[in-house]
């Protein structure tokens, strides 16, 4: 697990370390530069060749020499504030290494913030800066006859939309010429707090460098489509205590294998004891699929509960798993009697009538964690407050885009309008604010999951850059979540840790299977997953 920082959070960060005395905003600059460069080298080999000051770099075995002898051209595109200081730096130690360097600069060089004009100056000294304005984009098209571009407009400081046509940089090459975009610390337009375009539009990147940490915008919404790949680079920044602001939102890595692992000697009691609500005939293979995912992320027994009129139906498909009669609101009463049925899941395929009379009765005791997904969400969609005040602390709610609309109809209309200035509200902003309102555990579904606790606690699970799954769009995907969220629970994990990890496990799994996945192979692949953790 790994902060992912806001503008404001990381400049906190930023400000303590100087003021500390560890280090100058001169000095991070400095390493914000040479951390771009060495990415730069390591992503595109053939853009190492050259001679350094003090010496030649290294030229890859695996060049071919026509290439790596090419003299190299950059255009470095730099902006007012400390972004462009950081283009500077780039565009000095490119110089250095032998490229041939334009620089461009949007603004008034007497304006540059003081670390950055020193840069500024420096670079000065070894080559000219042009202004760079709309008609620099239309008139020569210096980037397409580039090797490659530096982006170094806008970083955290982005407050409004780019007066630029940032889309130009990413226009067709010249016939038989490529040339690619690196994007220090944001791809400029792209807000650094929401992953959102401020405006018309942002830079397309093939490579973002950024510093210390992930930003919130690199993993949300449109940040992975704009960034590219994205590489984090230490610059020296000690790890902080949180300064001010809300807490930070981490981003999760693998989970620990010791919370999944089972004990020797345990019996299938220890591992808990899940119950999944399915609806009526023709609609239980929801149900089915989501207490599949709860057995096999370990829950010790799972229980389908099911309508008398689709007994068979689902008795004809299912071994492992067990099956209750639950009728009606009596019939759920009296199973729930039993204490050793410790999480239950409702929603998926369960029919939104049911789910109204059902939801009541699971949510009864407080002790027993619930998972409501799919049908138990949009049953409330009329009045989401009633869902609210019966909701305690070990529920979990797993709404996707439209389900969350229903129920939080005036956050999703915040999140959906146009982002115009910076920063932007986001979906952890979103998704904060409905856990707070709904007082449970929200796991907002998309390629970036956010999960989000009553108290600003937030993690981002997200399928993308070397962590995509496009399969995982797949009908039924999510009730499988929902089972390994319900496994989880059932196995004594807490909501917040269950949710998020499922949310890593399912686009393991997917991953794990690869082209060609449906929601069925997915519970299937979790011994495989487990297995790579080392369980
Ligand atoms: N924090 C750290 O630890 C480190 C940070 N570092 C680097 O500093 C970067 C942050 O620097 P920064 O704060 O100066 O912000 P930056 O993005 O350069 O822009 C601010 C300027 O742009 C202006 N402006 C804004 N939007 C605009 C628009 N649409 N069109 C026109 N102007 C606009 C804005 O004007 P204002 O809004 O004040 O009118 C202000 O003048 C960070 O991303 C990283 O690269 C590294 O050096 C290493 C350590
Ligand atoms: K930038």
Redesign the pocket.
């Known amino acids: 697990m790994t902060e992912v920082l806001t503008?404001e959070q990381?400049?906190a960060?930023?400000q303590a370390?100087i003021k500390s005395g560890a280090v100058s905003?001169l000095e991070?600059?400095e390493?914000?530069?040479r951390g771009v460069v060495e990415a730069i080298c390591d992503k595109w080999p053939e853009f190492s060749v050259g001679s350094v000051a003090g010496g030649a770099a290294p030229r890859p075995a695996a060049v071919p020499r026509d290439i790596s002898e090419k003299l190299k051209r950059a255009a470095v595109l730099c902006?007012?504030?400390?972004?462009?200081?950081?283009g500077f730096v780039v565009a000095r130690l490119l110089k250095e290494r032998g490229w041939a360097v334009k620089v461009f600069l949007?603004?008034d060089a007497a304006?540059l913030?003081a670390?950055?004009k020193v840069n500024y100056q420096r670079w000065c000294e070894l080559g000219a800066v042009q202004a760079l304005s709309t008609v620099t984009f239309e008139g020569d098209q210096i980037w397409l006859l580039t090797d490659l571009v530096v982006d170094?407009?806008?970083?955290?400081?982005?407050?409004?939309?780019?007066?630029l046509p940032l889309v130009a940089l990413d226009a067709e090459p010249a016939v038989g010429h490529t040339h690619q975009v690196v994007a220090?610390?944001?791809p400029s337009?792209l807000c650094?707090d929401s992953g959102r375009v401020?405006?018309e539009g942002a830079v397309q990147a093939d490579l973002t460098v950024t510093?210390?940490r992930r930003k919130c915008g690199h993993v949300l919404a449109d940040g992975p489509e704009y960034c590219g790949s994205v590489v984090i680079k230490d610059?020296g920044?000690a790890p902080t205590a949180e300064v001010g602001g809300q807490s930070r939102p981490v981003w999760r890595d693998a989970p620990d294998a010791g919370v999944l692992a089972k004990g020797q000697g345990a019996h299938k009691f220890t591992h808990g004891h899940a119950l999944i609500l399915s609806g009526g005939a023709g609609r239980t293979g929801a149900a089915r699929l989501a207490a599949r995912g709860a057995l096999r992320i370990g829950a010790g027994l799972v229980t389908l509960g099911v309508p008398p009129s689709v007994q068979m139906e689902v008795a004809c498909q299912i071994t492992a798993l067990m099956l209750q009669r639950v009728g009606e609101a009596g019939a759920l009463r009296e199973i729930l009697s039993d204490d050793r049925i410790n999480a239950v899941c409702l929603g998926p395929g369960l029919g939104q009538e049911r789910a109204r009379e059902l939801v009541p009765i699971a949510l009864q005791n407080h002790e027993r964690a619930v998972v409501l997904d799919a049908d138990a969400l949009s049953a409330f969609g009329d009045d989401p407050q009633a869902l609210f005040d019966m909701l305690h602390n070990k529920c979990v709610l797993t709404p996707h885009g439209g389900e969350f609309a229903r129920l939080f109809p005036d956050i999703a209309q915040r999140l959906a309008e146009p982002a115009l200035c910076?920063p932007a509200y986001s979906k952890l902003d979103a998704t904060r604010e409905a856990a707070r309102r709904a007082g449970a555990t929200v796991l907002f579904k998309g390629a970036d999951t956010v999960i989000a606790e009553p108290d600003g606690a937030c993690s981002v699970s997200a399928a993308i850059y070397d962590r995509s799954a496009p399969w995982l769009a797949t009908a039924g995907a999510g009730d499988v979540l929902a089972g390994f969220i319900t496994g989880l629970l059932a196995r004594g994990v807490a909501p917040h840790e269950a949710a998020a990890t499922a949310a890593w496990l399912h686009v393991g799994c997917a991953r794990s299977f690869g082209a060609g996945l449906i929601a069925e192979d997915l519970p299937e692949q979790l011994p495989k997953v487990f297995s790579d953790l080392g369980i």
């Open positions: 503008a990381m400049r960060i930023e370390a905003g991070l600059m390493r914000a530069g902006g007012p504030g400390n972004n462009g200081g950081d949007y603004g304006k913030p670390d950055a170094a407009l806008f970083g955290t400081g982005l407050t409004r939309a780019v007066d220090i610390d944001l337009g650094s401020i405006g510093f210390h610059i920044l910076g």
